[in-house]
């Protein structure tokens, strides 16, 4: 897929990732140039809410209590998207250099952050929360480009201009 020119432009020539996330899914692309190719991306299944196996039963003064003992959906979703997302994670990003632009749920980031762990160690990670799941990675670049222009300091005083004009 190609990038178009303003985006590009704004974003700069330098390697990136781009990262999008949900609760089942993600998706990672590799940014070189003007061009954005998908390197992988995963689908979390949602477990059964049926798996209530285990019962269990347990004495007390009080009496006796039987019940179930089953692991909650979500933990259970959550442990299986961490671990394909740090698989994921090893094999595209490790020792890759550059920023990774990721965009998450608030809900997923810390589990996020846990599972890049030293693969994106090198990596500069630009985090934006959000399901933007099943937006157009373009658009998501076109996002990231318009952040970064509104975010920019232009000097006003032509001294300190000729200071950010010295080559380095």
Known sequence: MKIPE?????LGDSPAFLLVTSKQEAALYAINGEDLAELGSFVVERPADTDKEGEFKSRSRGGSASGTA????????IRDFTS??????????YGASGRLY?????AVKSHLMKALGGSARSLEVIF????????????LLDKIAREFESKRVVPTDPAA??????PI
Do not use: C, W
Request: negative net charge.
């Open 6 to 10: 303003h985006i590009r432009s704004r």
């Open 70 to 77: 089953y692991e909650r959906t979500d933990d259970a979703q």
């Open 84 to 93: 394909l997302m740090e698989v994921m994670a090893r094999s595209k990003l």
């Open 102 to 106: 990721a965009f998450a749920p608030a």
């Open 128 to 139: 934006t929360e959000g399901n933007y799941m099943h937006s157009s990675p373009v658009d």
């Open 161 to 166: 201009q000729r200071i950010l004009d010295i």
